[in-house]
T-cell receptor, first 116, second 111 residues
Framework: DTGVSQDPRHKITKRGQNVTFRCDPISEHNRLYWYRQTLGQGPEFLTYFQNEAQLEKSRLLSDRFSAERPKGSFSTLEIQRTEQGDSAMYLC??????????????FGPGTRLTVL | GNSVTQMEGPVTLSEEAFLTINCTYTATGYPSLFWYVQYPGEGLQLLLKATKADDKGSNKGFEATYRKETTSFHLEKGSVQVSDSAVYFCALISGGFKTIFGAGTRLFVKA
């Protein structure tokens, strides 16, 4: 078990550019989540996948954001036309479906995005 | 809507002091409650959890009891160490799969 991994760990981009982040969950986990954390705050939910299906999206996920999990394994989060307000830590988590909603979510180290 | 409120930090303690970090919640239904810890430069780690009223979660000397009557889940440790310095997040899941986090409480432990 190598844990949840995220790539890149840091990304600096100019306003208006597109960025894409990758998350590799723990191998047997079929649920995958994306969160965003700004400085001094707790993480905020963005979206959730069960296998390859995106089942829930937060209102925080504007039209510029898109997430995919094409084969039910790794996931990507793309932000188009980045804005300075997108600067944050983007966290990925995964869990194994035990049939309930209290499955423990395991978090990756995050990708820190800075938009100049 | 669902929310979590935890005491503001930073909390500064001397080694071997008693720790309490307060956490209260608002939720519909019967939430599951969690404490996560974030050490400097690392990702969030689950510290402990409780899934129903009166359950006590414990790990690494930390404890928290799910109190439905006071909607609280306070984190305690009898004797903190310098290595416990971190940010602690109280969180809940209720009626879905997304975790709702508090703002976090930074703990500094001095030798």
């Amino acid at each position: 078990d190598t844990g949840v991994s995220q790539d890149p760990r840091h990304k600096i981009t100019k306003r208006g550019q597109n960025v894409t982040f990758r998350c590799d969950p723990i191998s047997e986990h079929n649920r995958l989540y994306w969160y965003r954390q700004t400085l001094g705050q707790g993480p905020e939910f963005l979206t959730y996948f069960q296998n390859e299906a995106q089942l829930e999206k937060s209102r925080l996920l504007s039209d510029r954001f898109s997430a995919e999990r094409p084969k039910g394994s790794f996931s990507t989060l793309e932000i188009q036309r980045t804005e300075q307000g997108d600067s944050a830590m983007y966290l990925c988590a995964s869990s194994y479906d035990t049939g309930g909603s209290t499955d423990t979510q395991y978090f990756g180290p995050g990708t820190r995005l800075t938009v100049l | 809507g669902n929310s979590v409120t935890q005491m503001e930090g930073p909390v500064t303690l001397s080694e071997e002091a008693f720790l309490t970090i307060n956490c209260t919640y608002t939720a519909t239904g019967y939430p599951s409650l969690f404490w996560y810890v974030q050490y400097p430069g690392e990702g969030l780690q689950l510290l402990l959890k409780a899934t129903k009223a009166d359950d006590k979660g414990s790990n690494k000397g930390f404890e928290a009891t799910y109190r439905k009557e006071t909607t609280s889940f306070h984190l305690e440790k009898g004797s903190v160490q310098v290595s416990d310095s971190a940010v602690y997040f109280c969180a809940l899941i209720s009626g879905g799969f997304k975790t709702i986090f508090g703002a976090g409480t930074r703990l500094f432990v001095k030798a």
